[in-house]
């Protein structure tokens, strides 16, 4: 399984927009992709997924304001974060998945502001 690093996190204010990014060290054509979040002292949660098909789906937190998409000729996947909110606030990690195996990505801090 190939070595995933985001990048793209930071500080914005409410209602701002980041755009975060998983590059993979190799190909991800054949890989379901996902992208998670931890806040401080609260469970991890899945927030979209990108099939390798190019299916998605999301969380219903942020239905409406983010987008993942994949650029599989880059290796990257994305996820514009529009009208981000306090709650939005988290370590955001890349998920890649092929035949069951799984890796994983070290984090981006996203800080939403009021």
């Known amino acids: 399984q190939v070595q995933v690093v985001e990048s793209g996190g930071g500080l914005v204010q409410a209602g701002g927009s980041l755009r975060l990014s998983c590059a993979a060290s190799g190909s991800i054509f054949s890989s379901n992709m996902y992208w998670y979040r931890q806040a401080l002292g609260k469970q991890r949660e899945l927030v979209a997924s990108?099939?390798?098909?190019?299916?998605?789906h999301y969380a219903d937190s942020v239905k409406g304001r983010f987008t993942i998409s994949r650029d599989n000729a880059k290796n990257t996947v994305y996820l514009q974060m529009n009208s981000l909110k306090p709650e939005d606030t988290a370590v955001y990690h890349c998920k890649s998945e092929r035949w069951g195996n799984s890796r994983w990505g070290q984090g981006t801090q996203v800080t939403v502001s009021s």
């Open positions: 990108i099939s390798s098909g190019g299916i998605t």
